[in-house]
Structure formats: structure tokens, C-alpha cells
């Protein structure tokens, strides 16, 4: 079977998408899942960006994955992947959150906000 991209990727340009899917690789690597497949990375961008958009760790299926993300059967696999290596819990009712705690997860959107200034005239904030 040959994965497309979620939804959300279609109007975003290739950098942005390279950017959430080397941020999931990140919080992926921390786990210690090191066995996780591009599509897992995709979705687990559009996780990312939602957040990093609501600034809230916890999503509904219905609201997030379903409009942003694959087809239905698609996310189910890809998530059930992910709870089995603790990278999400499911919560009930729809309602899936992150494992990893939010210090890990700001710090991974921090280091690639950084990455982003570099392209652009503005200086970073500090440098380390």
C-alpha cells in the first residue's frame, strides 16, 4: 500500500511538511520507538501543528484527524501503532492525548522555530 499524505499537507509547501515530520521523528527517537514509518510521522505532524496552533495536549479524533488527517481505517492504524509504543493514550470518547510530557514537546517546537529563523533576516533571540 503506498500512503498518501493527510489532508493538511496538501496546502502546506515541502519545507513545512519536512518540518513536522522531523519534529515527530524527535519525540519518536525520545520514546525509544525507533521502528516508526514516514506515515506515523506525517500524522503525528498534524498532531504537532494542531498543537502548536491550540496549544492544548489533548485532541478529539472527530475534530483533528478526521478533517486534517487520512481516511478513516488510515488513522486508526497509524494511532493504534503509536498507543502501543506510548507515544498517545487514549482517553475515551474520542479523545487521544500526548504521552511525552509538554517540557519535551515545547522544547522540539522551540528547536524548530529556531531552524526557521535561520532562512529569514531576523536574528534568533539568543544563541546558544
Known amino acids: 500500500m503506498v500512503e498518501g499524505e493527510p489532508k493538511i499537507f496538501g496546502n502546506w509547501e515541502p519545507y513545512v511538511k519536512t518540518r513536522q515530520v522531523v519534529a515527530a521523528g524527535v519525540v519518536f527517537i525520545n520514546h525509544g520507538w525507533f521502528k516508526w514509518q514516514m506515515g506515523h510521522a506525517r500524522l503525528f505532524g498534524v498532531l504537532l501543528w494542531d498543537y502548536e496552533r491550540r496549544g492544548c495536549r489533548k485532541f478529539k479524533y472527530n475534530k483533528t484527524l ?8 488510515h488513522n486508526y492504524r497509524l494511532l493504534s501503532t503509536m498507543i502501543e509504543n506510548k507515544v ?3 482517553d475515551g470518547n474520542g479523545y487521544y492525548c500526548f504521552t511525552s510530557d509538554a517540557a519535551l514537546i515545547k522544547k522540539v517546537l522551540t528547536a524548530v522555530r529556531e531552524l526557521d529563523r535561520i532562512g529569514s533576516r531576523e536574528m534568533p533571540d539568543r544563541m546558544e
Not at 66 to 73: D, E
Open 88 to 90: 498517545l493514550k487514549k
Open 66 to 73: 478526521k478533517k486534517h488527517g487520512y481516511c478513516r481505517t
